[in-house]
């Protein structure tokens, strides 16, 4: 692993907040290990290896009942250690792929059939080369005739110039971490309120309240993001995702306590209700439910 890496947390706490029976864990990876899933040659970083063992046990620990594992720019767009995660589940994880547009049809109906349910479009520039937004759309018509949808990760900085490409895409979409919002401006920012009213525009779009510990200035429990994250949850609570992000990559400033993360839920999610909605109603209607799977 890379010199600097922070590894994930070797014994979070047991969270105080007792999740729902049922709740996901939407937002997670698995990296390696490289010896059985070498990590790709094009990669920025290298982490240490954090298998599907390790997530399942931590999945478990917390009080998970399923993970949306995300494909990890270190992998590439080799899905193996994905697709063994998912297949090694047992029906408890889905997944979220990377693939270039000439993937096959056969490659595709293989990652639905292990319960691939869509595909990460990366604009962070420190994570991937770019991809031009052409092959982007030659992608999303494949998967849109699956029935699955799109994932996208990009800086609040960024958001301006993809919102047309981002409203041009045919299927839901789900943006990681909020749009990465610079949580010293305030929730009244111009930058944040683009973010939200993209989402206010386009009932397609939905969004992941996800890495406090990645947007925070002000380190633990982050209190900084929480307006972020409440703002969100409350205005849009049928189109919000949960997930620790385990292990973590490339944290710089502190590796996160799993079962502290777990206690933000309540604080940016404070009704059952909404919380219900965030950790189990929709993470089951985009992940679970009857897809069309056909190309
Ligand atoms: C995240 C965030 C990061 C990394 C990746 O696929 C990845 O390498 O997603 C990051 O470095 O911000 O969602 O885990």
Not at 237 to 260: C, E, F, I
Not at 274 to 295: C, F, S, V
Request: with cysteine; hydrophobic share 40%.
């Amino acid at each position: 692993m890379d010199s600097n890496w922070i590894p994930f947390h070797p014994n979070p706490k047991r969270p105080d907040f007792a999740l729902p029976e049922g709740a996901v864990d939407a937002h997670c990876h698995v990296f390696g290990p490289a010896a059985k899933f070498p990590f790709a040659p094009e990669r920025k970083y290298t982490p240490c290896d954090a298998g599907k063992d390790k997530l399942f046990e931590l999945r478990d620990f917390l009080g998970f009942e399923r993970n949306v594992i995300v494909q990890a720019t270190c992998h590439g767009k080799d899905n193996a250690a994905l697709v063994d995660a998912l297949r090694a589940s047992d029906g408890k994880a889905r997944g979220i792929a990377s693939v270039s547009p000439d993937v096959t049809d056969a490659e595709l109906a293989n990652m639905d059939s292990a319960g691939v349910r869509g595909v990460r479009f990366n604009f962070v520039r420190r994570l991937v080369d770019a991809t031009p937004k052409e092959v982007f759309t030659r992608i999303a018509t494949r998967v849109a005739r699956l029935g699955w949808h799109i994932v996208v990760y990009f800086e609040a900085d960024d958001l301006q110039e993809l919102v047309p490409f981002l409203e041009s895409l045919p299927t839901v979409i789900v943006v990681d971490h909020m749009g990465r919002p610079d949580v010293t401006k305030g929730v009244d920012h111009p930058d944040f309120r683009r973010f939200v009213d993209l989402m206010a525009r386009n009932d397609n779009i939905w969004c992941k309240v996800t890495c406090p510990e990645r947007l925070t200035v002000s380190g633990p429990p982050y209190d900084d993001v929480v307006p972020y994250a409440a703002a969100i949850v409350e205005q849009f609570p049928d189109r919000v995702l949960w997930g620790t992000d385990w292990p973590h990559p490339n944290m710089k400033s502190h590796m996160p306590d799993d079962g502290a993360l777990v206690n933000y839920i309540p604080r940016i999610a404070p009704t059952p209700e909404a919380q219900r909605k965030l950790l189990i109603d929709n993470p089951m209607r985009l992940y679970w439910a009857q897809h069309t799977g056909e190309q």
